[in-house]
């Protein structure tokens, strides 16, 4: 089996880190929140349990990334990153959700409670430090990478961090005010948040699978770079779109339509490989040569220096 690229390599890493860090800040916490009798707890411990099989997600998907191009998948298997980061917010959601719907039943139908032990409050200082660990190994990792898939579970992370911290006010004025409810409505509120932050990632992933950029600078560099080269004119519909941390390049140029097919050919390459040059991580670059003064007002799509 030929070796993984480094940056899927690297991902497999961070996702591996992140599955045993969750495995063992889940079943602290579900277990010491069943012996010291908070439901808060709990359901923190199911939201850390929930990371684990995001991070397996994230395994998987390193995995299929590093797949090479195929007549099915001409441009090959990148953009799997995004599409398992909206499978992400899928799975955070739903956890978030079922959390939401069982402390709510608890609230509407009161049963007889007790103040939680004060273990609890302790697992929690314990995540909470954990949990931000994790979040910026991931951040770090994700953003070296551009990994928008581990950017999102970074994101994860430090929500969880809120989470917990909410967990542990909530304990906090549960024991003060002695009043065994704030537990449960500390859990309702968490699993809120949970769901919140699960739409603001499927929000995130929309930009890139409608093929969109977030800087549009990128724009204007192409111009500037394609002015810069001898023999081309007027670059224009220019069309930026990303495939996972690449960017595909594609544009039309005006050259002058008494040059040689040969001649054209090098001006094209020029500006190619001077966008590839200013511009890093390309992951390919399609320019189209057509004569200066050429007119197809049917071509509206792509950008142009008026537009910018």
């Not at 809120?162 to 004025?173: E, R």
């Not at 890139?208 to 950029?213: F, P, T, Y």
């Not at 810069?228 to 779109?241: F, K, M, S, T």
Request: charge should be neutral.
């Amino acid at each position: 089996m030929s070796k993984l690229p480094q940056r899927e390599q690297t991902i497999i890493k961070a996702s591996r880190i992140a599955i045993w860090g969750n495995g063992l800040l889940a079943v602290a916490k579900i277990v010491v929140g069943i012996v010291a009798g908070s439901m808060a707890v709990i359901a923190d411990g199911i939201d850390s349990g929930s990371d684990i099989l995001t991070s397996v997600i994230t395994l998987i998907t390193a995995h299929i990334i590093a797949n090479p191009p195929d007549p099915k998948y001409p441009y090959g298997y990148k953009k799997a990153d995004t599409v398992a980061t909206k499978l992400l917010a899928f799975i955070i959601f739903f956890a978030g959700a079922q959390l939401a719907i069982s402390a709510f039943g608890s609230l509407l139908h009161p049963a007889d409670r007790k103040i939680p032990a004060t273990m609890a409050i302790y697992v929690i200082i314990i995540s909470i430090v954990g949990k931000q660990l994790l979040a910026t190994y991931l951040k770090k990792v994700g953003k070296a990478v551009e990994s928008t898939m581990l950017i999102a579970n970074s994101k994860n992370m430090q929500s969880d961090v809120v989470i917990s911290v909410s967990v542990l006010l909530g304990l906090a004025f549960t024991f003060i005010l002695k009043m065994p409810i704030l537990d449960t409505v500390t859990a309702f509120a968490v699993s809120i948040w949970i769901m919140v932050v699960a739409f603001r990632i499927f929000m995130t992933t929309n930009r890139e699978l409608m093929d969109g950029i977030e800087d549009t600078e990128i724009y204007r560099t192409i111009i500037d770079t394609v002015k810069l080269v001898e023999g081309a004119q007027n670059p224009h519909r220019i069309r930026v779109r990303k495939i996972a941390n690449l960017c595909e390049v594609t544009l039309d140029v005006e050259i002058d339509g008494n040059l040689s097919l040969m001649e054209a050919h090098k001006i094209a390459s020029c500006i190619e490989g001077e966008l590839k040059r200013k511009i890093p991580r390309i992951y390919d670059v399609i320019i189209h040569t057509e004569p200066i003064g050429n007119d197809e007002p049917d071509e509206v799509y792509g950008v142009s220096e008026d537009k910018i």
